[in-house]
């Protein structure tokens, strides 16, 4: 079965500090997806990032990278510079590609960065 | 282009009586989804659709939950009679086809039963 894990509830960090949210996920399919989605205190889920399970190279779009490990089964996301703007829950997510398209979710990260 | 839209953005009932969300999803896309997410929890999936045929509705409560997608564009989901218990922000999600592609969400319903 499928499982994400987000281990970290809540993390705080001052304003211009790198954070880095971790994600461990658990699945038996060898086509899969990952997904990170923000979701600010608006509520809406905002789409960061997709990655399938034969890309294994790591993305970087401006403050934000990500680091897809398969080896330890891990999508972790990292903030540069983090700015408050970027304070809001974090969900990573897993889709396995070769049955459905059902995306589970983590229990979410809740980031707070002070000024 | 247009994000998916959802309405009402918050709804506030009494337990045992009913209400309605509506979703309009991003244009082209066939798959729908419907999401519950609980206060402190990531979002669950209640159903998904396909054009206007259901997929997936394994963890919809239909005892009080219905949902419908006519015509394979706008959807609306129902609770009747609604529950303390179904308090939760109630997402709307789309995707082009399905399997492995991007979902985007819509602003959602913030449901409170007294």
């Known amino acids: 079965a499928q499982k994400v894990t987000q281990a970290q509830t809540e993390i705080s960090v001052v304003e211009k500090e790198d954070v880095t949210l971790d994600c461990v996920y658990e699945?038996?399919?060898?086509?899969?997806?990952l997904f990170w989605y923000k979701q600010p205190p608006s509520g809406e889920l905002v789409f960061l990032i997709r990655?399938?399970?034969?890309?294994?190279q790591n993305e970087i779009s401006g403050r934000y990278s990500w680091n897809f490990q398969k080896s330890t089964s891990s999508f972790n996301f990292t903030i540069t510079a983090s700015q408050v703007v970027d304070s809001a829950v974090y969900f990573c997510?897993?889709?396995?590609?070769?049955?459905?398209?059902?995306?589970?979710f983590g229990k979410g990260t809740r980031l707070h960065i002070l000024p | 282009e247009a994000g998916v839209a959802q309405s009402p953005r918050y709804k506030i009932i009494e337990k045992r009586q009913s209400v309605a969300f509506w979703c309009n999803p991003i244009?082209?896309?066939?798959?729908l989804y419907w999401y519950q997410q609980i206060l402190g929890q990531g979002p669950k999936l209640l159903i998904q659709?396909?054009?206007?045929?259901?997929?997936?509705d394994s963890q919809l409560p239909k005892d009080r939950f219905s949902a419908e997608r006519l015509k394979g564009v706008d959807s609306t989901l129902k609770i009747q009679p609604a529950k303390l218990e179904d308090s939760a922000v109630y997402l709307c999600?789309?995707?082009?086809?399905?399997?492995?592609?991007?979902?985007?969400f819509g602003p959602g319903t913030r449901l409170t039963v007294l």
């Open positions: 999600a789309s995707s082009f086809s399905g399997i492995g592609d991007t979902q985007y």
């Open positions: 699945t038996r399919d060898t086509t899969y997806y």
């Open positions: 990655r399938n399970s034969f890309d294994e």
């Open positions: 997510a897993l889709s396995e590609g070769d049955r459905d398209d059902k995306i589970i």
């Open positions: 244009s082209g896309h066939a798959t």
């Open positions: 659709f396909q054009n206007n045929g259901v997929v997936d």
